[in-house]
């Protein structure tokens, strides 16, 4: 890939696509609005607040929002210490940050005594060009690692705007992929609903199957769209819940017809939607032909947004010209 000197702009770019409708901030309205009624939810973050869309709440509850400082490890001790006087608290930082830098704290705090912590991190996977020390490629393998953690990847600002009332709802650790800023809104025209640890089918097809979660389903809707054009006929089912796995509805799309399997998610190779799926065929005896669109098994480049996504292969575009390869094969 040719390196160019880009802008800050180029590198932060929003993930929609051209022409695409989004909603500004829907974690930190979605979260303002619920707590209106539900006194017991508070705000932590690591000096990120605006980065992550939490300004929005500590806004309109300050006497409910806490700034521990650049201090992850503590901003995870802290809202450990408030799930246990009964609050339910939201701590926010970038994904980096809170796997790789609070890892212990998480696991030890938060994870071991099962406490209601909601952990909400900005930058997943390739959503910055900033290079690998800010692109978390391998955060929902550690966080699926640990006991006690549900893992959650939601694809748009619909989706996230349910999400938040539900984990709100859930007793013990979440961790949430966050979309911030401008997020597209794509589940809009379809009847959808966000439950925990069920998937669901958005489109059926009669030649492939995608399981894809996050940003991947977007883009598996705008790729099944232009393969339609193409006389492709391509079904999705979205995952947003990585753990728990919807296991039974995987297994009985599989299983429906003989479809090329691909499993789409923005994240690494390792660990991730791709590995959790071929695990479960394996220990079912499934016999399936099942590929996987996912990040590279290295550290990636900076660089802008579009340009990497199609370097690593999780563009649109990307996307269809692998299907299409895979289908000759």
């Known amino acids: ?13 929003s993930i929609a696509e051209e022409g695409q409708e989004t909603i500004a901030a829907p974690f930190g309205y979605a979260l303002s609005k619920l707590a209106e009624t539900r006194p017991e939810i508070v705000g932590v973050t690591a000096d990120l607040a605006k980065y992550t869309d939490l300004h929005i709440f500590a806004q309109n509850y300050p006497d409910r929002f806490f700034q521990v400082g650049i201090a992850e490890q503590l ?17 926010t930082t970038y994904a980096v940050f809170a796997t790789r830098r609070a890892y212990e704290f998480i696991h030890q705090i938060i994870a071991e005594e099962n406490l209601n912590v909601k952990i909400a991190v900005a930058l997943p996977g390739l959503t910055t060009g900033y290079g690998p020390s800010h692109q978390a490629t391998e955060d929902i393998a550690m ?12 694809c748009d600002a619909t989706e996230l705007e349910q999400i938040v009332p539900a984990i709100a709802d859930h007793n013990g650790p979440v961790y949430l992929r966050l979309l911030r800023g401008k997020v597209p809104n794509v589940l809009k025209d379809y009847d959808y609903q966000f439950e925990i640890g069920k998937a669901k089918l958005l489109e059926d097809g009669n030649d492939v199957l995608m399981i894809s979660t996050g940003i991947l389903t977007m883009r ?5 769209k232009k393969l339609a054009s193409e006389g492709i006929s391509v079904a999705i089912l979205h995952c947003p819940t990585i753990k728990p796995l919807d296991n039974k509805t995987i297994l009985k799309e599989i299983t429906k017809s003989n479809r090329l399997v691909v499993t789409a998610e923005n994240h690494s190779e390792i660990g991730g939607l791709g590995e959790a799926v071929s695990s479960l065929l394996v220990e079912q005896g499934i ?3 099942v590929k996987r669109i996912a990040l590279p098994d290295k550290f990636l480049l900076a660089g802008a947004l579009p340009t990497l996504h199609d370097e690593y292969g999780i563009s649109t575009a ?3 010209n692998s299907i299409k390869k895979w289908l000759a094969e």
């Open 75 to 91: 901003a995870m001790a802290t809202a450990g210490g408030l799930a246990k006087t009964g609050l339910i608290p939201f701590v």
């Open 220 to 224: 598996a809707i705008e790729a099944a």
């Open 143 to 154: 966080m699926r690692a640990i006991p006690n953690m549900t893992v959650i990847d939601p």
């Open 1 to 13: 890939m040719t390196k160019k000197k880009l802008t800050t702009s180029a590198m932060i770019a």
């Open 287 to 289: 016999s399936a032909k």
């Open 318 to 320: 990307a996307i269809c």
